[in-house]
């Protein structure tokens, strides 16, 4: 599958990476970046296969697992230890993780001697279906999350399904929130597949096959008619909206997928308001199968709508949505009042 026309994204069991990469860009010096857990599981495997296919491995560096590691800090640590290998300018960075390693790894290669190659090879399942494709790429700082970054487009996504084997089954819910936002808001082949939410949890290969595949197309396509989220691209932010609002009001201790999922509840619930079709069942019944929750505990209405009013993407005065006009219908930039926005997002609270 080709994203746009740009660049390869494979899916698959048991890729052959260093050949993938040799077809996608020239072999030559590389380097490896991964976390503290990917990195012990799947670095050796993923070096010899690079190796056999011509490629000089200068370097691996590893970061810890978690969020953590997309800091200034840890950013700047990278970049030293590529000059200290020696990586040039025609060199290639492999993105060997999840989001956090994608982003991390993205903003490097966008960087480092002002722009190397990058090669995604995603680890979870939100990194396959959603991080990995699109170009943004990020660190937070202690301000706010997402806050530095750089477009970037990668030269090869290679998504290798086998590493999801060892994938935490919560980590696999949280890509399936993705997955259930983009199939409400592709409809088609991609909303039927929905129905093997409950196999793909259950680390079936097949359904995570079609729903990876399918997930990943439909995102490339939104991502290649708007690469630089001028327009249409915003769709992908639906349930985000309130959802970041009660990740930040949770400060961060609420999952992103759980918090999403909880989010599009409300943005359905707002959907129903103000288009008169009722998905929200829907919605909670799919969110259900991806092992998700629908409700959020122990929050203020009043602090997620203050978290809401501060997120980058808001403008002017009031609160700006993606809502659904039915499934496979999205409408972005649909203005809803403060109360209204207030009365979705009590409706997905429960008390502590
Ligand atoms: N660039 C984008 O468009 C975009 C989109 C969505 C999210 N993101 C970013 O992605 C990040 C979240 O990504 P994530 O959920 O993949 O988190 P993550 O990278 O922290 O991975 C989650 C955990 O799973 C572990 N892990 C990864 N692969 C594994 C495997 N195969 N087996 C066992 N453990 C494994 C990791 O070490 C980590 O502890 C956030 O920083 C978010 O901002 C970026």
């Known amino acids: 599958m080709r994203a746009g026309e740009a660049y390869p994204v494979e899916v698959g069991c048991g890729l052959d990476v260093g050949a993938l990469a040799a077809a996608a860009l020239e072999v030559g010096d590389c380097a490896l970046l991964t976390d503290s857990t990917v990195g012990p599981l799947y670095a050796g495997r993923v070096r010899r ?9 200068l370097e691996t560096v590893e970061v810890p697992a978690g969020e953590g590691s997309k800091s200034l800090a840890v950013y700047g640590e990278v ?23 994608g982003d991390l790894g993205g903003f490097v290669a966008a960087s480092y001697m002002r722009g190397i190659s990058l090669v995604m090879l995603p680890t979870t399942l939100l990194a396959m279906v ?22 970037l487009q990668p030269r090869l996504v290679a998504a290798d399904l086998g590493f999801l084997e060892s994938l935490p089954r919560r980590e696999l819910s949280m890509g399936l929130a993705e997955v259930v936002k983009m199939g409400l808001l592709a409809g088609g082949r991609l909303f039927g597949a929905l ?6 949890l259950a680390g079936d290969a097949g359904a995570l096959e079609e729903l990876v595949l399918l997930s990943v197309s ?31 009001a949770s400060g961060y201790g609420l999952a992103h997928g759980e918090a999403v999922a909880a989010g599009m509840v409300a943005e359905a619930l707002l959907s129903r308001r103000v288009f008169g079709t009722d998905l929200v069942g829907l919605h909670e019944r799919l969110l259900r199968e991806a092992g998700l929750p629908v409700r959020v505990r122990g929050l203020e209405a009043a602090e997620v709508l203050g978290a809401m009013r501060r997120d980058k993407k808001r403008r002017g005065g009031e609160h700006r949505f993606v809502l659904l006009r039915e499934v496979g219908r999205p409408v972005w930039g649909v203005e809803v009042g403060e109360e209204e926005a207030l009365s979705a997002v009590e409706a997905v609270l429960e008390a502590a």
């Open 79 to 101: 970049l030293r230890r590529l000059a200290r290998a020696g990586l040039m300018r025609d060199g290639a960075l492999f993105a060997l993780g999840g989001g956090v390693v």
């Open 49 to 57: 296969s690079l190796r056999a296919a011509g490629w000089r491995v």
């Open 195 to 200: 129905q093997r939410l409950a196999e793909a």
């Open 218 to 248: 439909f995102k490339a396509g939104v991502v290649a008619e708007d690469e630089r989220e001028r327009g249409r691209r915003a769709i992908l932010n639906y349930g985000h909206t309130v959802g970041h609002g009660l990740e930040a």
């Open 130 to 151: 959603d991080s990995s494709v699109g170009g943004k790429t990020g660190l937070d700082l202690p301000e706010g999350k997402n806050l530095v970054g750089a477009f």
